[in-house]
């Protein structure tokens, strides 16, 4: 495994980090055994940093994820946590009360950092409030680190200036091959500013692996309202996945290894973290590290997939619902 320094932090991570939603309903893994095993594969292979949040399976995630850690007997410094608290929770009381809720379901006395999940777009929280309350959590030792997650890069800006004393460390993204938006502002702003993006969907919902053939997708779990997967688009993913898979032959690797190592090779501060159902696909994703594609090869990647644009839209019904 490789690692990087994660922000201003001092704090190492490993290369390619762990997602930790696929915990959940959403993703139909709730069984906690099943979940341990993925963790405990994660860790035997150099894996140091965990992404979960409140929200995913209401605490089902953190819960899972803490008790795994402990099981495990992973040492408190041995590992770095994300969690994330919801926009609709940041006024100062919900932030209070929610912080203690998660270090409960974790097990743990501190989170290393504590990402804003999405701006509060319902509540009209103001950022200078929620901003300092959430520093506070810093100050009494309940938070390690800040980050922002899905924030537009001008409320990037406005919430540091709201801080006195800590900064934003981490952003987190969607960011993978077929889409591409974090590289026009986020990423250069990640850059300049020192800040580690934390690449989310890195192997866009395991759609860039290869294993679904376009006419025969069917999902019980959250993809079967995905974007991705809708025909208009995955027509287009597919052409992709079909160069990954010629590009992975020369050097023996899959699809997802290759998806994964363009993405690391695109910017020395971003950090996929992926999500796995299984054992055998985390060893498949720490597989994405220790080597580089040729100069050609990242080349080819970079120009296909800069053709491919996915609609977010396909699901808007193009008639009108019969009543
Ligand atoms: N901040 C945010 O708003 C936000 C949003 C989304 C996600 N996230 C974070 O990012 C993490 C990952 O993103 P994501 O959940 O969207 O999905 P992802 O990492 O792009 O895809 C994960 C899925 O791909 C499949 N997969 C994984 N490894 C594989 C392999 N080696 N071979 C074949 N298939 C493989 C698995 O599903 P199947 O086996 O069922 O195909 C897995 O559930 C999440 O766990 C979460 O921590 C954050």
Redesign the pocket.
Known sequence: MEYISLGRTGLRVSRIG?????FTEA??LTDYRAAKAVIERAITNGVNFF???ML?GLGMSEVFLGRALREIGVKRDEVVVST?IPGEFLNPSDIYKSIEKSLANLGLSYVDIL?A??PPCWHNFPTCEYARALEKLVELGKVSYLGL??YPVELVESFRQCLARHDVHVL???Y?LVERHAEKQHIPYAEKNNMTV?A???????A??G??EPGSLRFE?IRSREPLFHPDNYSKVWRLVELLREIGSKYGK?P?QVALNWLIMSSPVVVP??????P???D??VGATGWRLSYSDWRLLEEESRRIEISYSVFYREKEVAI
């Open positions: 762990l997602g930790a939603w696929q993703w139909g992404d979960t949040a995913y994330k990402l999940h999405w997650s899905d987190q993204l969607r993978n934390q989310w969907s890195p192997i866009a919902k395991g860039l692996t294993k679904y779990d899959k997802v973290i992926p999500g796995a159902k299984r055998e696909q985390v498949e994703l």
